[in-house]
């Protein structure tokens, strides 16, 4: 009963550094998200992905990459970390049509 | 406006108390309609969906009024454990990844 797994759970950062923050599922869901959530704005799609091999922006997209080689896995890419990058982040995903979204356990990251 | 409008509280009940919270959308072509639950530093889970003729789930009570575009959570005989911020989330064609919006959370706390 794995669900949503997402590693680390916690990270700090210099400025800077680059860094990839991992998502993993078992439910074979085709939609996966990244978001972040600050306080004050509640959730943020960052980029999304409905299928293996598909990826596309979302309202924050800026400074992050992702990929999606497998249905399991969607690694969200930080290129060059940046104070404003300090958050909340949580991966989601769900099977297509709307079902109920599940949600990985959060990444703290902090950039220093 | 703002696509998903919530009051962000926090409101503060007594135990035993009925609470009621409201979320309002700004997208007419909304479709679907959820509300979810988020502990402190948790990630968000979903509580139930609301559907068109209201919906009752224990002591919980969700209603859609499509003609004034608000949905409302109604909370009986509040409990210690039902305090969380809670997140009113809604489909609408076009936005996001499946069309997924989340308000910013109403946070409450159950007083004993």
């Known amino acids: 009963n794995a669900g949503v797994t997402q590693t680390p759970k916690f990270q700090v950062l210099k400025t800077g550094q680059s860094m990839t923050l991992q998502c993993a599922q078992d439910?074979?869901?085709?939609?996966m998200s990244w978001y972040r959530q600050d306080p004050g704005m509640g959730l943020r799609l960052i980029h999304y992905?409905?299928?293996?091999?598909?990826?596309d922006q979302g309202e924050v997209p800026n400074g992050y990459n992702v990929s999606r080689s497998t249905t399991e896995d969607f690694p969200l890419r930080l290129l060059s970390a940046a104070p404003s990058q300090t958050s909340v982040y949580f991966c989601?995903?769900?099977?297509?049509?709307?079902?109920?979204?599940?949600f990985g356990q959060g990444t703290r990251l902090t950039v220093v | 406006r703002k696509e998903v409008e919530q009051d962000p509280g926090p409101f503060n009940v007594p135990e035993g108390a009925t609470v009621a919270f409201n979320c309002t959308y700004s997208?007419?072509?909304?479709?679907?309609f959820f509300w979810y639950r988020q502990d402190c530093r948790k990630e968000p889970k979903l509580l139930m969906s609301v559907y068109s003729s209201g919906n009752e789930d224990g002591r919980f009570t969700a209603q859609l009024n499509r003609a004034s575009q608000y949905i409302s959570l109604l909370i009986r005989d509040s409990k210690l454990s039902d305090s969380a911020t809670y997140l009113c989330?809604?489909?609408?064609?076009?936005?996001?990844?499946?069309?997924?919006?989340f308000g910013k959370g109403t946070h409450l706390i159950i007083q004993p």
């Open positions: 989601a995903s769900r099977l297509k049509g709307w079902n109920e979204a599940f």
């Open positions: 989330v809604v489909r609408s064609p076009g936005g996001g990844a499946d069309g997924l919006t």
């Open positions: 439910m074979n869901h085709e939609y």
């Open positions: 997208n007419s072509a909304s479709q679907s």
């Open positions: 992905s409905v299928g293996a091999g598909i990826t």
